[in-house]
């Protein structure tokens, strides 16, 4: 009976064991638990903003002189804008050579194409006025020659102010929001008449007149151009030499003799084309692409998203 006894106690203990051997076994071999791993929300790339620009003007904004024929400063400044990560800009461009200002005005009032990309714009540029003031000149040569332009240029600017006036309001009719860049016009002929003052003097008041303009719209811009491409490379540098080397009075030569050297292989103006003395070339429309996206980014509250926006 002891024996026997003995021998459950000793079963008893050996089940036990084997007990505690199982059960530290499936402890040790069962499948761990999933672990739950905290989830972290993955960063969304904010998509870049689209922008429309609408580029309406004159040659300038054709881009004539352009040597690469992409479109001068039209194609610049999308190229410029694009390089910043979070923009996309497309443009489209309606620059017209030789077109005055009533005369861009009235493609506006015309082309549906144009009404359409007006609207739908984040942006606009113009390029007018050049067209106007060299109408004006032509008309006076006369005068300008024998410095009797002032009698003419008061009544020729205020017609520029009110043609210049009706152009913004069609385009504001169109679209009321988008910001508009205005460009200067300047004078090519600066540095092969340094001497010829009135020239410059009525560029200078013809630029002054589209400023206080544009002034009278909310969101119109106005991107200086008239000195850097008016004077080139003589920019901010003495004159004297320059003067010198003008040997030239346009006022005591002929108007053949005068076209003769405007018509030179070469181009005294470092920022102006060589094939016609008058539109910039492609260092020309890389300054005017660069003074129109400083205007742009002092001003991109009006055209850019803030952070956040949708």
């Known amino acids: 009976m002891k024996k026997f006894k003995e021998g459950l106690v000793f079963s008893g203990i050996v089940l036990l064991l084997v007990g505690i051997f199982l059960g530290v076994m499936k402890v040790m071999f069962a499948s761990p638990a999933p672990v739950a791993i905290p989830t972290t929300k993955k960063h969304q790339p904010t998509p870049p903003q689209k922008v429309k620009l609408c580029a309406v003007g004159d040659s300038l904004t054709h881009g004539v002189g352009d040597t690469t024929n992409k479109g001068g400063y039209v194609y610049l400044i999308k190229q410029k804008l694009n390089k910043q990560s979070d923009l996309q800009v497309t443009t489209s461009n309606y620059g017209k050579t030789g077109d005055r200002s009533d005369q861009i005005e009235n493609r506006i009032k015309t082309q549906k194409q144009l009404q359409q990309d007006l609207h739908q714009a984040d942006v606009i540029t113009l ?86 303009t544009g002034q009278g719209f909310k969101k119109v811009y106005f991107v200086d151009i008239n000195h850097q491409l008016s004077e080139g490379q003589y920019l901010h540098r003495s004159k004297k030499s320059l003067k010198n080397s003008t040997t030239i009075d346009l006022g005591k030569v002929s108007q053949q003799k005068a076209e003769d050297l405007l018509t030179d292989a070469k181009e005294k103006n470092d920022f102006l084309s060589s094939q016609d003395h008058f539109h910039p070339n492609l260092k020309g429309y890389k300054y005017m692409t660069e003074q129109l996206y400083q205007v742009m980014q002092a001003h991109s509250a009006t055209w850019r998203q803030k952070k956040g926006d949708s």
């Open 127 to 212: 390029t007018v006025g050049g067209n106007d003031l060299m109408q004006v000149l032509q008309k006076n040569a006369g005068k300008l020659l024998n410095n009797d332009l002032a009698s003419v240029m008061d009544g020729q600017e205020q017609q520029y102010q009110a043609k210049l006036k009706q152009l913004l309001q069609t385009i504001r009719t169109y679209n009321e929001h988008a910001p508009i860049f205005l460009f200067s016009v300047y004078n090519p002929f600066y540095v092969y008449f340094p001497t010829l003052t009135a020239l410059q003097k009525y560029t200078d008041e013809w630029n002054e007149v589209a400023k206080k």
